[in-house]
């Protein structure tokens, strides 16, 4: 640092190379990789769909809350889109610089990581089960939060007119920031909000003095910490019920596209069996109970099965798959009633049942208002 008698320079802080500043290059450097290997996964360069964020580490109320707690970490890299990922990094290399150069490489890692995972938290609570969150604007809010909280702490060993300026643009910067997101949609204010309170706490928490003239920080770490404490316990208890849970929901889907597979083969089946009717129905090779024996066999204990297996990998109601589940039930239920029917038709010979139990069968894509053409395509991605 510079000698008590002189001024610290923020200009000159703030002019360091990527050599003065590892972690900040460090950090850029890692957002740009993973934004590259987002495109080479099929990320849109100037939108992307959640998909494949939520494939790369995004936060989402159902996956998050899966167990997959990591996510609070890993959403601080990934962007949506080149605006997205190029607003955040230039405020990084705007904002990391100085800080990183007053606060040291170990606090400013601490202060990114803290008040990345703040935010992203506080977004969990906020926006629940309604987005899938990402963007190292959190974690960016936090170093904004500090380095306001450090100046103003440090103002008498800054020269009054650069003070003004840094400070004044760092405030009108976070506030114009808010304003935009508080008025217009997509934009994460939850974490912004978040991540600049948790980054002014912890600076207070981990304060660097800049020289023996630095005002003594007993009373202030204590009452920082204080914050902190109360604040995470507020945010961990009040976390909302997702209202399902990913791993369920990939497993609904994994359930869709069994029956869905299972379904084209016993169709198949089904015109086979048909062709091969008895004599008396045109046909010639199988017996009236040769036939509703197969049928049994082939027809109606698969949709049984199936319908039993949809059944089961019920994931609630508010999964995006519930839907489609519902409607494929009842499809594989109508299957199966009219595959039952036509075996007691052949069976007593009964033509007015088995035509009516083919009319049945006919009729059973149509009456479901999803049918398996289209199921595998039908569920939203959250």
């Known amino acids: ?39 080479m996964a099929g990320s849109g360069l100037w939108h992307s769909a959640s998909g494949v964020p939520l494939a790369w580490g995004a936060s989402f109320g159902p996956a998050t809350q899966d167990g997959q707690w990591w996510r609070l970490l890993t959403a601080m890299f990934v962007h949506f889109g080149l605006v997205h990922l190029v607003l955040n990094m230039w405020a990084l290399w705007d904002v990391g610089r100085l800080v990183e150069r007053l606060l040291g490489p170990l606090r400013f890692a601490l202060l990114y990581a803290g008040s990345g995972l703040i935010g992203n938290l506080l977004s969990l609570v906020v926006q629940g089960n309604q987005a899938v969150s990402g963007g190292a604007s959190g974690a960016i809010f936090g170093l904004y939060g500090a380095m306001l909280v450090s100046l103003w702490r440090e103002r008498a060993q ?18 114009l920031t808010l304003g935009m997101g508080w008025l217009a949609s997509g934009i994460d204010n939850a974490a912004h909000l978040g991540g600049l309170i948790s980054g002014a706490c ?19 770490r204590g009452l920082a910490a204080l914050a902190l404490v109360l604040g995470i316990a507020a945010l961990v208890t009040h976390i909302p019920e997702p209202t399902y849970l990913m791993g369920d929901e990939l497993r609904a889907r994994a359930a869709i596209r069994q029956f ?37 066999d082939n027809v109606t204990a698969v949709y049984d099965n199936s319908f039993e297996q949809l059944t089961a990998a ?8 519930a839907k489609t589940l519902e409607d494929l039930q009842n499809y594989a239920a109508l299957r199966a009633d009219a595959s039952r029917a036509l075996a007691d038709g052949l069976r007593h010979k009964d033509q007015e049942k088995i035509r009516q139990a083919l009319d049945k069968a006919r009729q059973a894509r149509s009456a479901s208002s999803q049918p398996p053409a289209s199921a595998a395509t039908s569920g939203r991605r959250p």
Request: hydrophobic share 45%; proline share 9%; no cysteine.
């Open 158 to 175: 800054v020269e009054r007119r650069e003070f003004r300026w840094v400070f004044g643009v760092a405030v009108v910067f976070a506030l």
């Open 260 to 296: 869905l597979t299972d379904d084209q083969r016993v169709s198949q089946r089904w015109n086979q069996l048909l062709a091969a009717r008895p004599a008396t129905l045109g046909g010639g090779n199988l017996s009236f109970d040769e036939l509703a024996g197969h049928i049994e």
């Open 202 to 220: 912890l600076s207070s928490l981990l304060p660097r003095r800049w020289s023996p003239r630095s005002p003594a920080l007993q009373r202030e």
């Open 314 to 321: 019920n994931p609630g109601a508010g999964a995006p798959s």
């Open 1 to 39: 640092m510079p000698p008590e008698s002189k001024p610290v320079s923020l200009t000159a802080l703030m002019a360091g190379g990527p050599r003065q500043v590892p972690l900040t290059s460090a950090m850029v450097l890692i957002n740009l990789a993973v934004f590259a290997l987002m495109l």
